[in-house]
């Protein structure tokens, strides 16, 4: 099934429903239906073979992706925070494409030879009425996305995702019309990004309208989850500690909002406590995923969060560190080094199968085995109960003295330190030990916290050969918009540090 039967039968069960923006200025399912209908049409004048996107989240948003899918083209949304010489290099990479953009961002572009669409006139009432002439029929193996991967540690590469791989997510995560007529969700993940994505796919199937915040800050993601009475929002970690922070304590408020999602990086258990307190009507999902596997393969109910919070079983409040349990159409096996399955609660890596999950690259070809598993490159374990638990990357994995640690052990430890506002570890050459364990650290305003705090901190709650070797302070982190730690970047910061120190 092609991605284009989604929105029809949301555009067929509810036309007259708010599909996209305020309760105030909205388009319906019809309405949208039309637009993207009309968008097609715009899109295949141009002879294009594909569609970028460069711009901010919202309504024109999810009207180019449901056209670039009637219209059977791959869609590509580039990150508007890029430089016109990092976007140019991805641009070849794409099949002739079309270029939508506005003027704000189309100087980006200059000196790029491909086809250039404004989105007013893509999203321009009746500009392209085009009834008669029948759209192409579409292929479930065609691509419908591409992605760029956030390049954190490396180059980036483009993510193929297929209208069978994001219907089949879909229909197997969502439940159709599910949504209440009032119900509407704050998106604030940028275009670019596959949560961002499955956002204007999933909240239609469910017959939810979307509220977007292009550019998030906690005021006034809060201002507007108020004003628009929200019943379900997205988040990842960094924004959920900033909207913490901007509360002060105070409860939040927003007697409305039901459902409150996290994901897409890890979430420090502190944090998440304070926001659970925060927010003491909502329940929390957390959801985890990669562009690969068209987004989440794991989720952490409300009731798993409430389960965890209140029990004084160790082993269950440990689930608030997990992700939660696979969802349906998606099966996982954890592997040692020599590809054999583990038992539950070790340690290896992560693989995983369905029918979501892609896998393949353009230009690169499938990273799938030979039975379709997916190498998904983070380590972790599941429990006996099939709670899923990520350790970290596995390029991320320390070896002092011959034994594995993983870093987000000792980051999950640092992070519920009152005096610390973020932290890192990572592992740096040494002759003796092979790497030795660097905690970088960034203080809470005012704090007094001393390298030797942070060690005597970790020795009590972990044991010896999981305590920093070095620990560095800096005043913040290298992360992408999406809340993804740039670990590349982690060189230069700790370089920094060590010539001020040195001059």
């Not at 258990?269 to 999902?285: I, K, T, Y």
Request: hydrophobic residues 45%; aromatic residues 6%; contains cysteine.
């Amino acid at each position: 099934m092609p991605l284009s039967m989604l929105l029809e039968m949301s555009a067929e069960a509810w036309p007259d429903r708010g599909a996209l923006g305020t309760r105030d200025g909205r388009l319906t399912y019809g309405q949208l239906r039309a637009a993207a209908t009309s968008g097609a049409h715009a899109l295949l004048e141009t002879g294009a073979r594909s569609v970028a996107y460069l711009g901010l989240n919202g309504p024109d948003f999810a009207v180019a992706l449901w056209s670039a899918a009637l219209a059977g083209l791959p869609f590509c949304p580039l990150s508007y925070r890029m430089s016109g010489e990092q976007l140019r290099p991805l641009l070849a990479r794409l099949d002739a494409p079309v270029v939508l953009t506005t003027a704000a961002y189309e100087p980006l572009i200059d000196g790029a030879q491909v086809r250039r669409l404004s989105l007013d006139a893509l999203t321009a009432a009746g500009a392209h009425q085009a009834e008669d002439d029948p759209l192409p029929a579409v292929a479930d193996d065609a691509t419908a996305v591409l992605l760029f991967t956030s390049g954190t540690t490396a180059t980036p590469k483009a993510v193929v995702l297929t209208h069978e791989n994001l219907v089949s997510y879909v229909i197997e995560t969502v439940e159709f019309g599910l949504a209440a007529p009032d119900d509407a969700i704050l998106v604030t993940m940028p275009p670019y990004h596959v949560a961002g994505v499955n956002a204007a796919l999933t909240n239609p199937f469910a017959g939810r309208r979307i509220v977007y915040l292009p550019n998030f800050d906690p005021a006034s993601w809060l201002a507007t989850a108020r004003a628009e009475a929200v019943t379900h929002a997205m988040v990842v970690p960094t924004m959920l500690a900033r909207i913490v922070d901007e509360l002060g304590g105070k409860a939040a408020g927003l007697p409305a909002l039901r459902v409150l999602s996290y994901g897409g990086a890890r979430m420090p258990c502190a944090v998440l406590e304070r926001a659970l307190a925060a927010f003491p009507d909502a329940g929390f999902v957390n959801a985890y995923g990669l562009t690969e596997t068209s987004s989440t393969i794991a989720v952490l109910s409300p009731e798993d969060h409430r389960a965890a919070l209140g029990s004084a079983d160790p082993a269950v409040r440990a689930r608030l560190s997990s992700v939660g349990r696979l969802v349906p159409g998606v099966t996982a096996e954890v592997r040692d080094a020599a590809g054999a399955v583990l038992a539950p609660g070790a340690v290896g890596d992560i693989w995983l199968r369905g029918r979501q999950i892609s896998g393949t690259y353009l230009g690169q070809g499938s990273a799938l085995d030979g039975a379709g598993w997916f190498p998904t490159r983070d380590r972790g374990h599941l429990d006996a109960d099939g709670y899923l638990y990520i350790s970290g990357r596995a390029d991320d994995t320390i070896i002092r003295g011959g034994e594995n640690i993983a870093p987000a052990e000792i980051e999950e430890v640092l992070t519920a330190h009152e005096a610390i506002a973020d932290a890192v570890v990572v592992g740096r050459r040494d002759d003796e030990w092979g790497e030795r364990i660097v905690a970088v650290i960034v203080r809470r305003p005012d704090a007094a916290l001393q390298a030797e705090d942070v060690r005597g901190f970790v020795r009590a709650r972990l044991r010896g050969s999981r305590v920093p070797d070095d620990v560095v302070f800096v005043p913040e982190l290298p992360y992408t918009p999406t809340g993804k730690l740039i670990r590349r970047e982690l060189g230069a910061v700790l370089a920094a540090v060590e010539s001020r120190a040195a001059g």
